[in-house]
Structure formats: C-alpha cells, structure tokens
C-alpha cells in the first residue's frame, strides 16, 4: 500500500512540474477513489484520475501527456530505457565529432554551451554547409590567423543562432497532442487552410470573452454609502410608513469603449488572416467599438465592411493600406488629433501590431500621448515573445504600455485574460 | 455502485455516453465533490443532472445563474411582509427583546434554491446552470457551500448540510472560472456526440425514425456543426426537434425538399439558415445534401461519393 501511495505521490509531483496546480486534497482524493472502486483497466483509472486531477479542458491534455509517459508496463518501459541509452550513446558520440569539427586553428572555438548544443542537434546537411564553408575558408587562414578565427567564429554563432531559432519554432510545432487543442499552441502565421473555421471559432470565443470582461456590468452589492432617501421613502410606503429596507445609491459604471488599432503593413502580412479575424469578431461582440487600420496612413473601417469576412478582406485590400510600410508614430498621432475625440478616459486602446516601425522615437512619443488621452492601452503582439528580446522597437513600446504576446491562439486567450485583472 | 451499474442506470433514462461521463460522474459520487461541466452549448450538461436526480433517485434542485444573481435570490431571503405583521400584531403582548428574536428564526425564512438544497432531509441533485453567467462575487460566495457543505446566514450563523447533496455547475466557458472553484470540483468536458453516438441518442430517444433517417440526420447536423458559415451550432435538442420534424412529415429519407422544409427546427438565424440551404440546396447528390457532378465531398454531411 505505501509503495503505491508513494507512487500517486511520485506522479502528483510530476504534475506539479507540468504546470497542474495539484494539492495534498487532490492525491488524497485520487488515492481514495482507487481503494474505493474496483477499477480493473488502465483506461478506467486514467478517467477516473483525469477527473480529480485536470480541472481545464487545457489541463486535461497536460495529465494525458503525463499519465501516458509514467503509468507504462514493464516491458514498454525497458524498452524506453533500451531506446534511451542508445540515444545517450550516440549523442555522446555526436559531441565528441562535433568537439573535433569546432574548431580553428586547432584550438576550440570558446561558442557558448546553448550554442554547442545547437551543432549536435543540427542536421548532417546543415553541418555539411559549415565544412564546406571552412573548406572554402581555409586559404586565408595563413593571411592573418587572428582575423581567420574571429571570422571564423562570427559565422557560426550566425548560422547556429538561426538554427536555434528554426529548431525552437519547430518545436513549438511539434507539441501537438489533439488536434483542437494544437490548435491554441500553433503559432498563428503556421494556420494552414483547413484550420482557419476552427480558429475562427476559438477567436469569436477569444473576442467574446475579451468584450464582456471589459465591459461587464458590475451590479452593486451592498452600497456606495450615500442614503438614497427619495426611494427610501417610497420603499417605506409599500411597509406602513416603516423604513424597513432601506435603499442606498449606488455608482454607475459607464461601459468602456474600444478602439482597436492594427497594423496591415507589410510586415504583418503573415498575420494578416488572423488580425482581420480578430478584429471582425471584437467588432461583433463589442457594441461599443471603433477599428482602425494602419501601414503608412490610418482609416477607420466602415462598420458595413465588418458584416462579413470576405467583404471585409476586399475591403482592406482595397483599401491601399494593406503590405505597405508601417508608420505607427503618424496612425497614434492622427488618433490622437482626431475631433470629436476618439481617444478619452473610458476608451481601452488596444493596438494589434508586431512594434516594426519607421521613426521609433516619434511613435514612442505618440504612444505616451495615447496613453495619457485613453484610460486604458494594451498592445496584443503576434511576435513569439522568445524572440522580443532581440528586438529593441518591442523593448521600447513594451516599457511605454501593457504588451502581451498573441502568436498563438492560447497565448491570445491568456493575454486577454491577464490584461483584463491588471 | 460501480461504473457499469450507473452506465445502465444512464441507458435506462436514455442518456447516451461514453465511458468518460459514467467514470467522472461516479467519481464525483464516490467523493462528495461537486463536478464541473463545460462544454459548448446544447451537448447535454444540463441534461445530466436531470438524467442523474433519476438515476439515483432524488430530487432535483436548479439555480439558474444569470449576471447580477445574489445571495437574495440563491440562499435565502426574509420575509419581510411577514416579520413586519408579527410585529403589529405582538407588538403589546410580546417582550420587545424576544419578539425581535424570534423575527429571525426559520418561520420568516424564505428558502431560496441553495439553502433548500441543504436543509433537506434527503439527498438532492443541486444543479447550478450556466455559473459563467453569474458574476466573480457569486462565484467566491459559492465557495463555502462548495467545499465546506455549509452557508452562513448573518443572523442565523452556519447552517450545516442535513444531508449531502450532489452538486453539478455546468458553464458554457464564456467567461474564464476562478481556479479557487475549479480546484474544489472534479472536472468534466463534454463536445457534441461523434456520428455513431448521435445517432444512437436519435434511435433512443426517437425509437420510431428509421435507422437510414437517423444516420442521415446525424451526419447531416455533424456537418452543419463542423461548417464555419454556420454560427450557432446544433444542439443535440435540436437534432432530436429535427428528427420529430421529419418524421411529422412522413419522411424516409432526408431529401433536400424535407431538409429545406425543416431546417428552421435545427437553424434559427436567417443568416444561418441561408448558409446551410446553400450548401444543401444543390441537386444530384446522393447523401441527399446535392454538389452536382464533379464534387466528391459534402460540405454539409461529410460524406466522402
């Protein structure tokens, strides 16, 4: 009994690890419902945990995942195990070549650890590229040795950073496990054809939620503290002149408005399906909002456009706006300008752009202006936040407002959700 | 009870499942715990509790969650109309301190859903419909009756459940749950029934449609659910409304005239509606949804000529 207790508890702290918010009650319960019932197959117990354990649709395929990889019979797991050690094997080989093959002027290369990394995982052909690269090289290494093994040694971190990058990607890709689920993690330039009704339904689900978040009508409970005596008064009528219940006022709240600002330059072309998307849907749910679309100019697009998709695409590239160059400091200034005011205190911003933009200082400043005339400004960013770092226009607007990271769907969700509470 | 026990107690009252619902149901069962269904609108969330009270033989109790719901409304309220003619009438004979007393005890108690939930003697199915609906403030105050299996009236204190009742919230995920109530839950998400299960939940619960119309109708609403011009989806109520349709008519076969004269019973928007007759709308096709000559697949079925 205390070997399989310490195994329910083995596989808790694995779900701990994967991100489950797994607590002493819930092992507790899981552990008193396999002495309970009489549960004979795999499947059985793996529903039955599933049940106490994931408490999200997203959770659910996290437990699958690690069910899967720790309740495995003894023959299977061998066999992992044979399958493992051979691969341990051969990447202790692969590193020792790659050990001889990094290196210049017979010494070392010095590339950082993650870098090195990246060259034992890399494919024979892209390895083959590099030989031949130093190959070709190898003449100029009685020229200047010095100079050789710098350049030497800037050509690869290049070429292994890009590397880094596509294995990272494909990664992502790779994590697949249900295919609507997939789905939410698929990075949104990757959206394949037969995927675009299915997102299309996550991101009216998305948009709905977003809108009736922002703009939730919160009923008082209790009261603000001011007597409303007038209805007081009345209230006490229908008792006998008694003040039996009495009525106090309560605030309004006045509904905020939404303007969305996305930017269809040429650099979001791979994101474009995915933004008009986005904004046809917001425009749908949200009674209350104003869409504007950028690149070198801004307009603002004509709610008959909206009424549906293949309208609304002719219309942006109909437009002229659509893959030309990004001026996100003009499109925040026009905004900003614009009378009657677009922009005020119960306005939420929300810019859809990846921050790739001509005269950052100048958008910088637009923004700062932006943030001071609406209430609230949040900037949703298709680039995998993994990547903001290398980018200093992200880093700048960042600093300036609430950015969060929309590359995939469930990212989207998160986002919204997170923008929302802060 | 063990798993196959409540898998026939469910066929018994017509409810279709898999494996899935019949283990997490017994689950939630075997441990007191309140089960969270999600799942999009019209697959059968409600119809759970309704189809468990029979199954085990209880009664049901329902809150209904909508934006604004309190406490007034969910667990109790006094009866103010009462405790006030109490008053008028003992005002003279009646110690002003005992008459004040007794205006809050259980005879000026107005019980509201929750609170009659677990004051009752036997066990009931407390069902709390659409709890997405309600606002963040109800979802905290249902905590304490959640986990605890008790709520606290201000000027009665905490009334202890007389008996356990099995809770099951269903939530159309319109808005995100907090984690507090989802961590006091056993979990269970439910999608529209594949074919063959829609058209089991047709043969039962319209025994008399044939079995040819059945697996029509189940594969024609499967497309109409999979089809992305069709905004709101299906419901299996629908499907079963649809089926009754048909069989009003006398039909056999699912032949475009008897979809087109139907469809209003599964579709209830005209945008909708005119995006399903233009994909069912074209003759010569032998699923009976029609794409002329050269097309090999239905929009509207699925169906692979």
Not at chain 2, 5 to 24: F, H, M, P, S
Not at chain 2, 207 to 215: D, R
Request: aromatic residues 6%; proline residues 3%.
């Amino acid at each position: 009994m205390s070997v399989y207790l310490e195994k329910l508890a083995e596989f808790s702290a694995l779900l701990r690890q994967e991100g489950l918010p797994v607590g002493l009650q819930e092992t507790a319960d899981a552990c008193e419902i396999l002495t309970a019932l009489d549960m004979r197959d795999k499947q059985t117990v793996k529903l039955a945990l599933q049940a106490v354990y994931a408490k999200s649709r997203e959770e659910q395929a996290a437990f699958q995942r690690c069910f899967d990889g720790f309740f495995v019979s003894a023959e299977r797991r061998d066999a992992i195990r044979r399958k493992r050690e051979e691969a341990a094997r051969e990447m202790a080989q692969r590193r020792q070549d790659a050990q001889q093959e990094m290196q210049v002027n017979g010494q070392s290369m010095d590339l950082r650890e993650d870098l090195q990394e990246v060259y034992v995982n890399m494919s024979e052909e892209k390895r083959e590229q590099l030989r031949q690269m130093l190959e070709k090289m190898k003449g100029n290494l009685h020229r200047s040795p010095k100079l050789y093994s710098n350049f030497i040694r800037s050509v690869f971190m290049r070429f292994l950073l890009e590397q880094q990058m596509a294995m990272e990607d494909a990664s992502v890709a790779s994590e697949e496990l249900d295919p609507e689920l997939a789905l939410l993690y698929r990075d949104i330039s990757q959206f394949k054809e037969a995927d675009i009704p299915r997102a299309a339904a996550l991101i009216v689900a998305i948009s709905r939620q977003l809108d009736a978040e922002l703009s939730r009508r919160r009923q008082g409970r209790g009261h603000s503290g001011k007597l409303d005596f007038r209805r007081t008064i009345r209230k006490g009528l229908e008792t006998g002149g008694s003040f039996y219940r009495l009525t106090f006022r309560r605030k309004r709240r006045k509904k905020r408005r939404l303007v969305l600002l996305c930017d269809v330059s040429g650099s979001m072309l791979q994101f474009s399906e995915f933004a008009l998307r986005f904004i046809k849907s917001m425009s749908e749910v949200s009674e209350s909002s104003q869409t504007f679309l950028f690149s070198e100019e801004v307009r603002e697009v004509d709610p008959f456009a909206l009424q549906n998709m293949d309208a609304f695409r002719d219309y942006v590239r109909a437009s002229g706006l659509f893959g030309r160059g990004t001026d996100l400091g003009g499109a925040l200034e026009d905004l900003n300008r614009r009378r009657p005011a677009v922009l005020g205190p119960s306005t939420t911003l929300l810019i859809l752009s990846d921050t790739k933009t001509i005269d950052l200082p100048r958008a910088a400043q637009a923004l700062i202006e932006a943030r001071r005339q609406a209430g609230k400004v949040l900037w949703l960013n298709p680039i995998p936040q993994r990547k903001w770092p290398y980018m200093a226009s992200i880093q700048t607007m960042a600093s300036l407002c609430q950015m969060a990271p929309c590359s995939t769907l469930d990212e989207l969700a998160r986002s919204c959700r997170r923008m929302i509470k802060g | 009870m063990d798993i196959a026990a409540l898998q026939n107690k469910l066929d018994e009252a017509k409810y279709i499942c898999g494996g899935e619902v019949a283990t997490t149901l017994l689950v939630a069962l075997q441990l007191g715990r309140p089960l969270l269904i999600e799942g999009p609108a019209g697959v059968g969330k409600t119809e759970i509790a309704k189809v468990m009270a029979s199954a085990l033989d209880r009664e049901m109790v329902r809150l209904q969650c909508y934006e604004g719901l309190d406490e007034s409304k969910a667990l109790y309220e006094w009866n103010y109309q009462k405790q006030l003619l109490s008053i008028q009438v003992q005002m003279n004979s009646r110690d002003a301190g005992e008459l004040t007393k007794s205006l809050f005890s259980d005879d000026y108690l107005l019980e509201r859903p929750l609170l009659k939930a677990i004051r009752s003697e036997k066990p009931v199915v407390l069902l709390i419909d659409e709890i997405d609906k309600s606002d963040e403030e109800f979802e905290a105050f249902l905590l304490e009756l959640l986990s605890e299996m008790q709520v606290t009236i201000p000027e009665a204190g905490a009334i202890r459940a007389k008996s356990i009742p099995f809770v099951i919230l269903t939530s159309n995920r319109t808005r995100p749950l907090g984690e507090a109530l989802r961590r006091r839950c056993a979990y269970l998400y439910l999608q529209y029934p594949d074919i063959p299960r829609e058209t089991a939940i047709i043969r039962a619960k319209r025994p008399n449609v044939n079995e040819h119309l059945a697996v029509q109708v189940a594969q024609a609403i499967h497309g109409l659910r999979e089809s992305e011009s069709i905004l709101k989806k299906p419901s299996i109520a629908e499907t079963l409304d649809w089926v009754s349709a048909l069989e009003a008519l006398g039909a056999s076969d699912l032949t475009p005239e008897a979809a087109g004269q139907t469809l209003g019973f599964v579709l209830k928007s005209s945008e909708d509606l005119e995006a399903a007759r233009e994909v069912l709308g074209h003759p010569g096709h032998t699923c009976g949804h029609g794409h002329g000559e050269g097309h090999s697949h239905c929009g509207a079925c699925g169906q692979d000529k």
